[in-house]
């Protein structure tokens, strides 16, 4: 869980380093929240006619500056710019591509973005 919360800690800081495990722990929080507040949406009747939760969407909108963020100074852990994270807006490939990137190693050593979090 501290994964979790070290994410929220650092709010909207676009600097620096996140290792693979703070990254995708905080994947996995988010996906278990929103699966719960999803659940807790429907039997209290809080969706929309589209069918979107309002717990859901209340959480959405908390967790995407943090979200970002958090992608981010994972690029940067693998050595590339946070601008990297633009291509998600290219349909299929943009997102494939970030998955891998994401899937990837740290960089060794320190690099133009600050130390390797992993010691």
Known sequence: MHWYVDVLRQYAVFSGRAQ???YWMFVLFN???AFVLGFVDGMAG??????F???GGLYTLAVI???IAVAVRRLHDTGRSGLWFLIVFV????GLVLLVFFIM???PGTNAYGPNPKG
């Open 20 to 22: 693979r495990a703070e």
């Open 105 to 107: 190693d740290s960089q």
């Open 53 to 55: 939760g309002i717990l």
């Open 91 to 94: 349909p299929v490939l943009g």
């Open 31 to 33: 996906i278990i929240i």
């Open 65 to 67: 500056i943090p979200s």
């Open 46 to 51: 809080l969706t929309t006619e589209s069918g």
